[in-house]
């Protein structure tokens, strides 16, 4: 039973250009959340989706970024225009209910982009 | 205020050491909470839930004090595979989101 897969794992970029993260939940799971960790913070929420619906963006910054989880396919989290202050870890979690039951949500490895 | 505090460590102890890590959160209104684990580079892991009456599990030791908005995890018999870092993580029942401290860096010398 595969865990939650993210590619790619690294991701460089040159500034200006666009990023595309994605994200497959685990097997079963339906809701999705992305979280950011910039060097040396901890993790923060960005933003939760479930199938073709945004629930909570209220951590995804105002612009150039943007996520989807369409019916079909992984979510995908996509920044345009990076700057080299996008540079961090993305990290994907799936649960296959709302997250009230908190330790449902399981992580993927994360893919680090860095904007040169 | 950030919602969630910790020690950054590091922590440097000796293997069979006992240590603790404290944890403050800022919003009454958290319901749960949690120990995660990141290694190096790595997803962050579920090392623990903490309950309002404590629990233990194994090596491992959570308590919680809602009155004084605090959290704390007890290491006993430390062994070098515990290095990693602990984070804090806390979360209220109407949101989605994990809120994460910046995590205490424990390192296990021989």
């Known amino acids: 039973n595969a865990g939650v897969m993210q590619n790619p794992r690294h991701l460089v970029r040159r500034r200006g250009q666009e990023a595309r993260l994605r994200c497959s939940p685990m097997?079963?799971?339906?809701?999705v959340y992305w979280y950011r960790q910039l060097p040396e913070e901890g993790l923060k929420f960005m933003v939760y989706l479930q199938k073709e619906n945004i629930i909570d963006e209220s951590g995804m910054p105002k612009e150039r970024f943007s996520a989807e989880f369409p019916k079909e396919g992984p979510s995908i989290l996509r920044i345009q225009q990076v700057v080299r202050g996008d540079s961090a870890a993305y990290f994907c979690?799936?649960?296959?209910?709302?997250?009230?039951?908190?330790?449902?949500?399981?992580f993927g490895p994360g893919t680090r982009l860095t904007v040169l | 205020r950030k919602e969630v505090e910790q020690d950054p460590g590091p922590f440097n102890v000796p293997e069979g050491a006992t240590v603790a890590f404290n944890c403050t959160y800022s919003n009454s209104a958290s319901q749960s909470f949690f120990w995660y684990r990141q290694d190096c580079r790595k997803e962050p892991k579920l090392l623990m839930s903490v309950y309002s009456s404590g629990n233990e599990d194994g090596r491992f030791t959570a308590q919680l004090n809602r009155a004084s908005q605090y959290i704390s995890l007890l290491i006993r018999d430390s062994k070098l595979s515990d290095s990693a870092t602990y984070l804090c993580?806390?979360?209220?029942?109407?949101?989605?989101?994990?809120?994460f401290g910046k995590g205490t860096s424990l390192l296990v010398t021989p």
């Open positions: 993580v806390v979360k209220t029942d109407s949101g989605y989101a994990l809120n």
């Open positions: 979690a799936s649960s296959p209910t709302a997250s009230g039951k908190v330790n449902e949500q399981f």
């Open positions: 097997k079963g799971h339906s809701h």
